[in-house]
């Protein structure tokens, strides 16, 4: 039996034409580009060609695209280093509930270092609510960072309006766009976006690789020293064949964006909604107009989320609890938590996300195995029993 992949959101595959382009920057095209001979500065032209595309993907130049090591990099660098660089100014930061961990750490660093950061509430959909984004900006605010759509429940967020917010009130505006970027459109001028953190893994380049956008008008501070890579701001011989990979993989991501969005969107819509007619006591959870086209994030009341993914596995079916940060962790989603999911609920939660080597039969036979595995966890669970010796309708 295959493998059947449902955790896009994690990561996912490489693909076979982005694998290609990579393959002769290991044992052929393998010079620094530093270097000053032919071969090392074909690898620097390399690197510059992607530069300026993945700069046309998002309509900035070429000298704003900063490589990195992936999203946790990115967010690390666009949150400190504006935090430090701006600090005369003021030291407060405005961020949400529902970020990943790379932007809540780096804010939480921040705050050992005398900073404050408020952390907005959002509502019961995953949205960050503008009005409390307007109450919460102070004279000392020097940056807001919001996610552009999140991991777990596919939220995308308001961002034109945050970003206008920001404007009005001369803030500088960082998103996490790790979900977005390559899956759904993004306008960083129309949106003003002065800050945009993306990763190559999440849109089927490889791992260990990414790309921070700084806008022009951002003073810039080295985040890694070291050598001059990166115009002087991030040292470290750059990642070749992984920022070629990238290139391509965003490439490909562009180029067939509409018709992915939509035939993914399909499949979801029909995965959610098969769901919900088959198996009782089961909610979806997220916005279902304002999501990410992949996404399906779904609670069944009286299981184990744990559970329930351990018996997927057994039918090669890889999901997610909440997500793959949380695994091990016993403690229920922050982002499931700042929604006012009730804990009980929250701990029988099942991600599903669907990327484009997907297709309609691994969904059906993934729909047949969860209604199978939520009736046989839920035999075995004590409170559902109770719940159908007392009640007789369903309710829920
Ligand atoms: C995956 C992810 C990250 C981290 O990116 P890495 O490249 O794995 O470090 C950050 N933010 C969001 C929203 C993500 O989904």
């Not at 295959?2 to 002769?24: F, G, H, K, S, W």
């Not at 071969?39 to 060609?49: F, G, K, N």
């Not at 501070?221 to 920022?243: C, F, L, W």
């Amino acid at each position: 039996m295959q493998q059947i992949y449902l955790d896009n959101a994690a990561t996912t595959p490489v693909r076979p034409e982005v694998e290609e382009v990579m393959q002769p920057y290991f044992c052929e095209k393998y010079g620094n580009p530093s270097g000053i001979y032919k071969m090392a500065s074909e690898c620097r032209q390399a690197l510059e060609t992607v530069r300026k595309q993945i700069g046309e993907t998002l309509k900035v130049s070429a000298e704003e695209i900063y490589f990195t090591s992936g999203g946790t990099e990115s967010d690390n660098w666009a949150i400190k280093s504006t935090a430090q660089r701006l600090k005369e100014k003021g030291k407060h930061i405005i961020t949400s509930k529902i970020e990943h961990h790379a932007v809540l750490n780096s804010c939480a660093y921040l705050e050992t270092q005398g900073f404050e950061v408020t952390y907005l509430d959002v509502d019961e959909w995953g949205c960050v609510r503008f009005d409390a984004l307007q109450r919460a900006i102070r004279k000392d605010t020097i940056l807001i960072s919001i996610m552009y759509a999140n991991n777990e429940v596919g939220t995308i967020q308001p961002i034109g309006q945050i970003g206008k917010i920001a404007k009005e009130n001369d803030i500088f505006f960082h998103t996490d766009a790790v979900q977005a970027y390559g899956q759904i459109p993004i306008d960083v001028k129309r949106e003003n976006i002065h800050l945009l953190s993306a990763s190559a893994h999440k849109f089927n380049g490889p791992k260990g690789v990414g790309f921070l956008y700084i806008d022009k008008r951002v003073p810039v501070m080295s985040y890694i020293h070291g050598g001059k890579q990166e115009r002087n701001h991030r040292a470290g011989t750059e990642n070749v064949a992984g920022i070629v990979g990238m290139g391509k993989a965003a490439e490909i991501a562009f180029a067939a964006q509409k018709e992915r969005e939509k035939r993914v969107q399909q499949m979801r819509d029909y995965l959610m909604k098969k769901l919900c007619e088959e198996i009782p006591y089961c909610r979806i959870n997220g916005s279902v107009a304002r999501r990410l086209p992949g996404n399906c994030n779904v609670s069944f009341q009286f299981i184990e989320g744990n559970e329930l993914l351990l018996l997927l596995d057994d039918k090669n079916i890889c999901a997610s609890a909440a997500s793959a940060c949380s695994t091990g962790d016993t403690a229920p989603s922050h982002v499931l938590t700042a929604m006012g999911i009730p804990e009980k609920l929250a701990r029988g939660t099942l991600r599903l996300t669907i990327g484009y080597q997907n297709t309609q039969d691994e969904i059906d036979y993934t729909i047949k195995c969860i209604k199978e595995a939520v009736k046989k966890l839920r035999e075995n669970a004590e409170d559902y029993r109770i719940y159908k010796e007392n009640f007789s309708c369903n309710m829920i």
